[in-house]
């Protein structure tokens, strides 16, 4: 049999849901692969730690406990790396390059900390490594990044792109939840994990949005200099002044190229009600792209589980196997641009950030308050665009809820200072970034 007729040997490391997942797909869906590809993928050595994950699944491959047999295989073409983690994995998929082999993982987290080095090292071998899958499920957003919109000059990405903190802020939205209620129920339908903080505090979500900043920008990985907040402040009062003031509340990853350098940052964010991404629920995620020539455009589906997941990893299987035998030099970049052309732009700190803002104030229930609070803004001259404060008779203290024009993040800062100085202030002042989303 020809090299050209063969089939394209895989290996896999780890057999959770998106592994898996993905045998499922490629069997399932074999004929159609093949046709697609003009070789058969064929999972011939996988690394699982329980065996009783393979049952119900059609795997007649060679089953090992210790992942390095499958990255030693001489049979192993292609590495399918699903079992996470930053040690050991970085290890394992090294020396996958260095003996020649194509890889194609899912880890964000990996690539987002560690991928400067693995891609130079594929580079320096001439094999590829695909990640489809690690940035937003089955929504082919680094595809759509690094080929569909190849011919633009990408201004902007803001993305819901973490499936168990929407699930958390929608529920907190349609049914009133508290966070921790709304946490709990997702932990309950395995949204979240049993620790969830890599989800709620915004690091799953950085890991992303820093690998789409590279491609959108030709720019290294520097997740370090990701400024990231999480979700674990927001109270049920803010997604109702949020509503009451014609916004909705979503964590989202936002990169955007300035004059003088990228903004790369995650927060919980008040968006229009009526925008697109407003509306996208549940654990689905959404990236919003803009660029010079194809203005914006949306990508949408879900973000997170074994099939859809899986649907990404063979995709970048396909991709792999239909450019084993081209020359290095004819193959789509890793991070879009040439790795000789990679931009060092700098990214810039949260205090040269400009935005509109959402403040929440606990603060005694006495006359005078407000002025005060006023009084120290319109020193930085930030000037106020809403209020939102109810009656509360009898009670100590009260919230007051103040939505900003644009300023920047280092004048507000300083104000928040002060204004958490003051004495009738009884609690830190929580800040919050608006964004419209608009052009530019």
């Known amino acids: 049999m020809s090299v050209e007729n063969s089939p394209v040997r895989v290996g896999i490391l780890g057999m959770g849901t ?57 049979d192993v073409e292609v590495l399918v790396e699903v079992m996470g983690g930053t040690g050991l994995a970085r290890e394992l998929i090294l020396a996958a390059i260095a003996s ?43 595809k759509a990044i690094r080929e569909g919109l190849a011919g633009n000059r990408i201004h902007w990405l803001a993305g819901i792109i973490n499936g168990t903190s ?19 129920k997702a932990q309950e339908l395995g949204y979240a994990e049993a620790d969830p903080a890599l989800d709620v505090d915004g690091g799953d979500a950085a890991h992303k949005i820093t690998l789409m900043a590279s491609i959108a920008f030709g720019i290294p990985v520097d997740f370090a200099h990701c400024h ?119 990214l810039l700190p949260m205090a040269a950030v400009e935005s509109a803002y959402y403040l929440r104030i606990q603060a005694e229930n006495r006359a005078g308050v407000l002025a005060q609070v006023a009084t120290i803004l319109a020193e930085y001259q930030i000037s106020i665009e809403a209020l939102v404060q109810r009656e509360r008779p009898g009670a100590a203290s009260v919230p007051i809820v103040l939505l900003l024009h644009r300023c920047r993040e280092g004048d507000l800062e300083q104000a928040i200072a002060r204004i958490e100085a003051l004495t009738v202030v009884t609690a830190p002042v929580l800040r919050l970034r608006v964004e419209a989303l608009g052009e530019g």
Do not use: C
């Open 18 to 74: 998106v592994g898996q997942g993905t045998v499922r797909v490629l069997t399932r869906n074999a004929e159609e692969i093949t046709r697609r590809v003009g070789r058969e993928l064929r999972v011939v050595h996988a690394a699982v730690r329980n065996p009783e994950r393979l049952q119900g699944l059609d795997f007649t491959g060679q089953v090992s406990a210790d992942p390095w047999a499958v990255v030693r295989d001489p």
């Open 100 to 142: 020649g082999k194509h890889v194609v993982t899912a880890n964000k987290a990996l690539l987002a900390e560690h991928g400067n080095e693995i891609f130079a090292a594929a580079q320096a071998q001439g094999v590829m490594v695909a990640f489809e899958a690690a940035v937003a499920g089955a929504i082919p957003i680094i």
């Open 166 to 184: 929407n699930y958390i802020l929608t529920q907190m939205f349609r049914e009133g939840w508290s966070f921790a209620e709304a946490l709990t």
């Open 228 to 346: 990231v907040e999480g979700i674990r402040a927001l109270q049920r009062e803010d997604v109702v002044y949020a509503a009451e003031l014609g916004y909705r509340i979503k964590l989202l990853g936002i990169a955007r190229r300035r004059a003088d350098g990228v903004e790369l940052r995650v927060h919980p964010t008040l968006i229009p009600q009526d925008h697109l991404l407003a509306h996208v629920e549940g654990p689905f995620n959404a990236v919003l792209a803009d660029s010079d020539a194809a203005g914006q455009s949306l990508y949408y589906g879900r973000g997170a589980g074994g099939d859809p997941t899986a649907s990404a990893v063979v995709a970048d299987l396909v991709d792999v196997a239909r450019t084993m035998t081209a020359d290095p030099s004819n193959r789509v970049p890793h991070l879009a641009f040439q790795a000789d052309a990679l931009s060092p732009l700098p």
